[in-house]
């Protein structure tokens, strides 16, 4: 296309932002008129993402809808492409981030306007990461998203949010620290950081092991994998429910989507002799965090925990490095972008009634809010893999792909589905059904119109996707099966 497109998706919000940093309405209309604006530009960008995946070709082999232009000399170039598994995140994003909009008149209650321009600031910077075809440009905007989260988390989030905020922000900048050192390295060792130049010309087996290391201490961190997931139940406790799903949704997947594209794509020698690493590190956040997540008072907490286990099997899936785990991993990570985003939005709804996520705060609220129950029942069960949900055609594949590779890993990881539906069903249980004995729950109004919206639109297609994953599946298969051929040609040739 002659039309930036993909220029068009990354700077629409931003311009959003600016446009409402600018205006000068009243101050009692001030709030009302900045959030038309952020919703009008979320969802128009919305539809340009539909469109780009309707024109987008899921049977081409090469990256599309290509805008390479000069920046820093000439040294460094602004270049973005898109292939089927970077299309499907950039709608995911532009999915989530109206939502989050519109969810935002209750959970908000001071500098509405200043949250406004912080969500569409970072719904650019992600955009921009699932576009980068260049090493330089990926790293600033995968970095950049840390200062509008950092920013969400300290200025709108709980009593420790200054805490969590710094807490979020340095292990996940310390970790990008060496990633950063990498990609110098690699410009010094090939002259290029052009992510497709060096799929072409691939880089010496000397060097991928450090690098893989470098490029891991990021993604290991963001993902986040065990034993560096701390900061995420801090986070995601502190942070106000719009900043929770973001954060769950879109930014623990830029390191997923990071692992497919860097790690295996540009360091396949040193992905293979990494792959039992991860594995152990998968696995142990598969059972561990699901054991931690039993033992949760914190409705936030046990939702956060049980993502790091969800992630764990992302990174299962990913470095199985066959067609099943790839694409299961994909799927898991779209799957739980909806789901664990709709578990936050339940868990702030009656949080902003009753002011508490406690869990023995609740009890019986099915006979006073019959509509959450039932949408509250469809994520849950579609967060424990229930057939018929899109999570159990993530975990399903990615189950597949792990008994291709080894019976005990995929024994094991198939412990973490028992203990999942352990943790969620006695979540639902404890919150949802048995005897009403708190009196102060009866003030508790079911769901409004805004919020019925917000979670039907959620569960949608996680429930479509589950029946009929065909969509999805197929705007991978080509990408993924190109990654992997390319991946063991070079792995047979070394050998």
């Given amino acids: 296309m002659d039309f930036p497109i993909l220029s068009s998706l990354i700077l629409l919000p931003t311009v959003g932002a600016l446009f409402i940093l600018l205006s000068k309405s009243s101050e009692k209309y001030n709030f009302k008129s900045s959030k038309y604006v952020a919703l009008f530009v979320s969802f128009v960008n919305f539809f340009i993402s539909i469109y780009l995946w309707y024109i987008f ?38 999915f ?32 921009g990461v699932f576009c980068s075809l260049d090493l330089v440009i990926f790293y600033l905007f995968f970095e950049g998203g840390l200062i509008p989260m950092f920013l969400i988390i300290g200025i709108w989030g709980g009593s420790r949010r ?5 807490k979020f922000f340095l292990f996940t900048l310390l970790g990008s620290v060496l990633m950063l050192v990498a990609i110098i390295s690699i410009y010094w060792i090939t002259g290029t950081t052009d992510v497709t130049e060096l799929y072409n010309l691939g880089i010496e087996a000397k060097y991928q092991n450090l690098l893989w290391l ?8 963001k993902t986040p994998m065990w034993p560096v997931h701390t900061w995420l139940p801090d986070a995601h406790v502190e942070a106000p429910t719009a900043g929770s799903v973001l954060l769950a949704a879109i930014l623990l997947k830029m390191a997923g989507y990071g692992f497919i594209r860097f790690s295996i794509g540009l360091f396949p020698i040193a992905s293979e002799n990494f792959t039992f690493l991860i594995y152990i590190l998968s696995l142990v ?24 286990a969800h992630m764990g099997y992302v990174t299962l899936g990913i470095f199985t490095i066959n067609q099943q785990g790839l694409e299961g991993s994909i799927m898991q990570m779209i799957s739980h972008g909806l789901v664990s985003a709709a578990l936050f939005f339940c868990v702030g709804i009656v949080y ?10 609740y009890g019986g609220i099915v006979t006073i809010m019959p509509k959450y129950a039932v949408l ?70 079911d769901l409004n119109k805004s ?15 589950g029946l009929y994953p065909e969509p999805l599946l197929n705007t991978i298969e080509t990408s993924i099966t190109n990654l992997i051929d390319t991946y063991k040609y070079t792995i047979n040739v070394t050998k």
């Fill in 57 to 94: 070709d899921p049977n081409s082999t090469s990256f599309q809808f290509v805008e390479n232009r000069f920046w820093l000399q000439g040294f460094v170039n602004y270049k973005v492409g898109i292939d089927g598994i970077s299309i499907l995140f950039i709608i995911l994003s532009t």
């Fill in 162 to 166: 200054v805490y969590s905020a710094f």
């Fill in 376 to 445: 509250f029942m469809v994520f849950t069960l579609a967060a424990i893999g229930l057939p018929g949900t899109s999570g159990f055609i993530g975990e399903f594949l990615i189950l597949m792909g792990a008994f291709k590779e080894s019976f005990l890993i995929a024994t094991i990881a198939s412990l973490g589905i028992v203990l999942g539906a352990a943790y969620m069903l006695w979540l639902y249980k404890r919150v949802v059904f048995g005897k009403l004995i708190n009196t102060d729950l009866f003030k508790m109004p």
């Fill in 451 to 465: 919020e019925i919206f917000i979670l039907t639109s959620l569960a949608l297609p996680a429930l479509f996707f």
């Fill in 96 to 127: 989530i981030a109206p939502l989050c909009i519109i969810s935002v008149n209750r959970t908000i209650k001071v500098r509405l306007k200043d949250f406004l321009i912080a969500i569409l600031v970072m719904e650019s910077l992600m955009i």
């Fill in 285 to 308: 956040a598969i059972v561990y965090t699901s054991f931690v997540a039993l033992m949760q008072d914190d409705m936030k907490k046990l939702i956060a925990y049980s993502s790091v």
């Fill in 352 to 361: 902003d009634r009753r002011h508490s996520r406690l869990i023995n705060d």
């Fill in 214 to 221: 470098a490029f891991f201490s990021s993604f290991a961190v």
